[in-house]
């Protein structure tokens, strides 16, 4: 105790016991405080009952003496926070030189155990920044998992140990695997006792008993944690494959088994598997399922993400089954069943060994995913971003299509909600730097050809669309609950609702599709000043047979087809037999029972544009 200290205490404006705690904090030691950190004492003022600390930023912050004693750690001049306040430029040269010395001193300064950000903040940022620290904090954990001295923790967030004796690196894995106490402790632990089987080769009798505690393990968290028994599993079986002499126990369960537990839920399974596992797993499909494999697999694959899908093909590649899969694969593109993820790994991969799907179709898929996403309000823009951000891969898309078919991505392209107008603009000016003839199905400079058109009353074309929001609104998003609530029924192999919605969801695919497709090729009319000299849209045939019996027609648009009122589509057999025809001549209409000769009395133009109004939509339109 220093003359002053004493002075104070015979005084009385310190105790005896404050007075021996600030004997080791005299001005230019050092000390710590739990929440201020690292601090050097700068000067006392005992006679005012004061000391003052420099705290980082907080230089000379006043404490009161007695509370000082309490609550500040002296450390001493060679402690690792002491040598970086005081010199920096020796704890560099040591890092380069004695990485692993140095490591020992900050785990053994900070009470033996340190995690890997309360060692950053120990040298960052006099000894290196950021970026210097995890450099350095990489190379010298391999030289620590060598050595032996130090445990090194399954999970970032627990702390490296200092060992007073060396142990084998991998036997301490072990040990933490048997003392964990939650199921994703232990499969950290078994992981890096994998990293470490090269240090466990002479320790047969070791893992023997470790493969044997992992298979009770296992087996007893099957049922309610599947997926990590089989990480846990796995980590067995790389155990047996090291060691002839070692063998799995009687009634040891498989990676097999558990699959097949799982089989009606699979695609959740996989789902709780760590993605650099789905390789291993997938292997034991074959051996799980027999013949049925391939089925399990592509169901998967239909469900699956993009990673997955990846090795789900690298599976059937490696089976001989490549043309199993591309023939699933060309016919869910077909149905439009195919899912998001899956797309994105075709095109990341530019179809791979599946180039022949890699076409406009494969876009026209594209669209309809999108599509299914939105309605079903999936919160995902992945599929949609690679289409936007790659910008050679619509072009390739379409690369080999015929005029027909660009035509055709050009009008979905146009119809799809799925992107706003100044997106559907830029993807549209792609297709036509390719295909600059496009260029008149966005400007309408040039007419469509006259076979790709299709001539419609404007009342019949409103209702078609209304039709068609009612389908994309209603139908189809009623469908997809449909879906989703017959999936959770059970085995989807003997689930009927499930079948029929699936059955259903194609039904109105195949509708969307066709709508779209006659949507697009559409011009709408109100049949004024039609051509009367002969029959043509929009006129009114008065027609005579040879026992003097009369019948009219009106000759309207595609969609405008109603017998009961005389009203005819001109793509109906009768309109098509009139079209052409003047007054007079003798024509040949085909009915119920074979054709009837009439001749043509009278031709008119169409005026009753209330009575076709009333009857659209009165009558669902029949298409000719």
Same mark, same amino acid.
């Given at each position: 105790?220093?003359?002053?200290?004493?002075?104070?205490?015979?005084?009385?404006?310190?105790?005896?016991?404050?007075?021996?705690?600030?004997?080791?904090?005299?001005?230019?030691?050092?000390?710590?405080?739990?929440?201020?950190?690292?601090? *050097?004492?700068?000067?006392?003022?005992?006679?005012?009952?004061?000391?003052?600390?420099?705290?980082?930023? #907080?230089?000379?912050?006043?404490?009161?003496?007695?509370?000082?004693? !309490?609550?500040?750690?002296?450390?001493?001049?060679?402690?690792?926070?002491?040598?970086?306040?005081?010199?920096?430029?020796?704890?560099?040269?040591?890092?380069?030189?004695?990485?692993?010395?140095?490591?020992?001193?900050?785990?053994?300064?900070?009470?033996?155990?340190?995690?890997?950000?309360?060692?950053?903040?120990?040298?960052?940022?006099?000894? $290196?920044?950021?970026?210097?620290?995890?450099?350095?904090?990489?190379?010298?954990?391999?030289?620590?998992?060598?050595?032996?001295?130090?445990?090194?923790?399954?999970?970032?967030?627990?702390?490296?140990?200092?060992?007073?004796?060396?142990?084998?690196?991998?036997?301490? $894995?072990?040990?933490?695997?048997?003392?964990?106490?939650?199921?994703?402790?232990?499969?950290?632990?078994?992981?890096?006792?994998?990293?470490?089987?090269?240090?466990?080769?002479?320790?047969?009798?070791?893992?023997?008993?470790?493969?044997?505690?992992? !298979?009770?393990?296992?087996?007893?968290?099957?049922?309610?944690?599947?997926?990590?028994?089989?990480?846990?599993?796995?980590?067995?079986?790389?155990?047996?494959?090291?060691?002839?002499?070692?063998?799995?126990?009687?009634?040891?369960?498989?990676?097999?088994?558990?699959?097949?537990?799982?089989?009606?839920?699979?695609?959740?399974?996989?789902?709780?598997?760590?993605?650099?596992?789905?390789?291993?797993?997938?292997?034991?499909?074959?051996?799980? $399922?027999?013949?049925?494999?391939?089925?399990?697999?592509?169901?998967?694959?239909?469900?699956?993400?993009?990673?997955?899908?990846?090795?789900?093909?690298?599976?059937?590649?490696?089976?001989?089954?490549?043309?199993?899969?591309?023939?699933?694969?060309?016919?869910?593109?077909?149905?439009?069943?195919?899912?998001?993820?899956?797309?994105?790994?075709? *095109?990341?991969?530019?179809?791979?060994?599946?180039?022949?799907?890699?076409?406009?179709?494969?876009?026209?898929?594209?669209?309809?995913?999108?599509?299914?996403?939105?309605?079903?309000?999936?919160?995902?823009?992945?599929?949609?971003?690679?289409?936007?951000?790659?910008?050679?891969?619509?072009?390739?898309?379409?690369?080999?299509?015929?005029?027909?078919?660009?035509?055709?991505?050009?009008?979905?392209?146009?119809?799809?909600?799925?992107?706003?107008?100044?997106?559907? #603009?830029?993807?549209?000016?792609?297709?036509?730097?390719?295909?600059?003839?496009?260029?008149?199905?966005?400007?309408?400079?040039?007419?469509?050809?006259?076979?790709?058109?299709?001539?419609?009353?404007?009342?019949?074309?409103?209702?078609?669309?209304?039709?068609?929001?009612?389908?994309?609104?209603?139908?189809?998003?009623?469908?997809?609950?449909?879906?989703?609530?017959?999936?959770?029924?059970?085995?989807?192999? !003997?689930?009927?609702?499930?079948?029929?919605?699936?059955?259903?969801?194609?039904?109105? !695919?195949?509708?969307?599709?066709?709508?779209?497709?006659?949507?697009?090729?559409?011009?709408?009319?109100? $049949?004024?000043?039609?051509?009367?000299?002969?029959?043509?849209?929009?006129?009114?045939?008065?027609?005579?047979?040879?026992?003097?019996?009369?019948?009219?027609?009106?000759?309207?648009?595609?969609?405008?087809?109603?017998?009961?009122?005389?009203?005819?589509?001109?793509?109906?057999?009768?309109?098509?037999?009139?079209?052409?025809?003047?007054?007079?001549?003798?024509?040949?209409?085909?009915?119920?029972?074979?054709?009837?000769?009439?001749?043509?009395?009278?031709?008119?133009?169409?005026?009753?544009?209330?009575?076709?109004?009333?009857?659209?939509?009165?009558?669902?339109?029949?298409?000719?």
């Amino acid at each position: 105790m220093t003359d002053e200290l004493a002075q104070a205490v015979e005084s009385g404006s310190l105790d005896k016991k404050s007075a021996d705690a600030l004997a080791r904090l005299t001005p230019g030691s050092f000390c710590q405080h739990k929440s201020w950190g690292f601090g *050097c004492v700068a000067e006392w003022n005992l006679i005012a009952g004061q000391i003052f600390i420099d705290f980082g930023s #907080r230089k000379k912050h006043p404490m009161q003496a007695a509370y000082a004693g !309490e609550t500040l750690t002296p450390i001493s001049g060679d402690h690792i926070l002491a040598r970086k306040a005081t010199d920096p430029e020796t704890l560099r040269q040591q890092a380069k030189n004695q990485p692993l010395e140095l490591a020992r001193k900050i785990l053994l300064d900070l009470g033996g155990r340190a995690t890997v950000d309360q060692v950053a903040a120990t040298l960052q940022p006099e000894v $290196f920044d950021a970026a210097g620290f995890k450099k350095w904090w990489d190379s010298v954990k391999k030289k620590m998992k060598a050595d032996g001295h130090f445990q090194i923790p399954a999970k970032k967030s627990d702390p490296f140990v200092l060992l007073e004796v060396a142990v084998n690196p991998g036997r301490g $894995f072990i040990t933490q695997f048997r003392e964990a106490r939650h199921t994703k402790d232990q499969v950290a632990a078994l992981d890096q006792v994998t990293k470490a089987l090269g240090d466990l080769a002479d320790e047969v009798e070791e893992l023997k008993a470790l493969a044997s505690q992992i !298979e009770e393990t296992a087996q007893k968290g099957r049922r309610l944690q599947s997926a990590a028994a089989v990480e846990m599993l796995l980590v067995r079986d790389e155990i047996l494959s090291r060691h002839s002499a070692l063998t799995p126990g009687p009634d040891a369960p498989t990676v097999a088994d558990i699959l097949l537990s799982e089989e009606s839920r699979l695609s959740a399974f996989f789902t709780s598997l760590p993605a650099s596992k789905h390789r291993k797993v997938l292997e034991s499909f074959e051996k799980a $399922f027999g013949d049925r494999w391939t089925d399990k697999a592509l169901k998967l694959a239909q469900e699956a993400n993009s990673r997955l899908a990846i090795e789900i093909s690298k599976l059937f590649e490696r089976s001989g089954q490549s043309e199993v899969l591309r023939a699933a694969l060309a016919r869910w593109i077909s149905e439009r069943s195919i899912t998001s993820e899956t797309l994105i790994w075709l *095109c990341k991969e530019r179809g791979a060994g599946f180039s022949g799907l890699f076409n406009a179709e494969l876009l026209a898929a594209v669209f309809s995913a999108l599509e299914f996403d939105m309605l079903s309000e999936r919160r995902t823009s992945r599929l949609r971003d690679l289409l936007m951000d790659d910008r050679n891969l619509l072009g390739e898309l379409i690369a080999e299509a015929d005029p027909a078919a660009v035509r055709d991505t050009m009008r979905k392209l146009l119809l799809t909600p799925v992107f706003d107008d100044l997106t559907k #603009r830029s993807l549209m000016a792609r297709i036509v730097k390719l295909y600059p003839e496009t260029q008149s199905l966005i400007t309408g400079d040039a007419p469509e050809e006259k076979s790709e058109s299709l001539t419609v009353s404007w009342v019949s074309l409103e209702k078609r669309k209304a039709d068609y929001e009612h389908l994309i609104q209603v139908e189809i998003p009623k469908n997809l609950r449909d879906i989703n609530i017959t999936k959770e029924e059970g085995d989807l192999r !003997e689930n009927f609702g499930y079948k029929a919605a699936k059955e259903q969801q194609r039904v109105l !695919e195949r509708r969307k599709i066709e709508a779209e497709r006659d949507l697009t090729k559409a011009r709408g009319t109100n $049949f004024e000043n039609p051509d009367t000299s002969q029959v043509s849209i929009g006129t009114v045939v008065t027609l005579v047979s040879d026992a003097g019996e009369r019948e009219t027609y009106k000759i309207l648009g595609a969609w405008d087809s109603f017998p009961d009122l005389h009203i005819v589509s001109y793509k109906a057999a009768i309109g098509q037999a009139l079209l052409g025809r003047k007054p007079g001549e003798r024509v040949e209409l085909p009915g119920d029972k074979g054709s009837r000769p009439f001749r043509i009395e009278s031709l008119t133009a169409f005026l009753d544009q209330d009575l076709l109004r009333v009857t659209v939509h009165a009558l669902a339109p029949e298409e000719a």
